[in-house]
């Protein structure tokens, strides 16, 4: 980064974790926004808020950072992360709040949520994202029970985006042209190039 390059720094954690030895993401941004003052990040790549404080969340919105978003499960929607009632049973995505308000009371770890204020204030993060990202139709159609305005591009898991490759229409000597946007390898499914080039593509929109 000094050097102008870019880099990609990844960070498990929100916290630091007396437990686990992974980097926490805010003591990870406080040190290097200290040692490199003229540091510029280009975009957040978020992959799960679980653990993070409300203030990190509303943080994140508020910044003028591009974001986007990859939807592992339904914790956007419910903290129980599977949709699952105080009996360890499926709730069907029932998205009526007073039936999630009861749900959450009778079990100890989430009595304290307010349901509809945190789908409100993820409603807000998913509405700033730049993309948004799910593994499959049923994670992309159920969340958008919750927040109707969701238009999540499903990229299934097993794709190896390591492999992206840079497509030109044409190639100069067998090598590609500087600007070539990125497409998926030809080992992925034809739908991962235009879902991953379009992800690409607003994600690095002004």
Do not use: K
């Amino acid at each position: 980064c000094a050097e102008g390059r870019q880099a990609y720094w990844v960070c498990t954690l929100i916290d630091d974790s007396e437990t686990l030895e992974a980097q926490a993401a805010e003591a990870i941004a406080q040190e290097l926004a200290a040692r490199l003052p003229q540091l510029r990040v280009g975009l957040v790549h978020v992959h799960h808020l679980l653990g993070a404080r409300a203030e990190l969340v509303a943080a994140l919105g508020a910044a003028e950072i591009p974001y986007g978003i990859t939807l592992h499960d339904h914790y956007l929607a419910c903290p129980t992360i599977a949709l699952v009632d105080d009996r360890g049973e499926y709730c069907h995505a029932t998205t009526d709040v007073d039936a999630c308000r009861r749900c959450l009371t009778a079990q100890r770890r989430f009595a304290g949520i307010d349901i509809a204020a945190w789908r409100a204030a993820h409603a807000r993060l998913l509405a700033g994202a730049r993309f948004v990202v799910a593994p499959t139709r049923s994670v992309a159609d159920t969340l958008a029970r919750y927040f109707p305005e969701l238009r999540a591009t499903v990229i299934a898991h097993g794709i190896d985006l390591g492999r992206i490759t840079s497509s030109p229409p044409a190639a100069i000597d067998g090598r590609n042209p500087a600007g070539a946007v990125p497409q998926a390898a030809p080992s992925a499914p034809p739908e991962a190039d235009s879902a991953v080039a379009s992800m690409l593509a607003a994600a690095s929109a002004d």
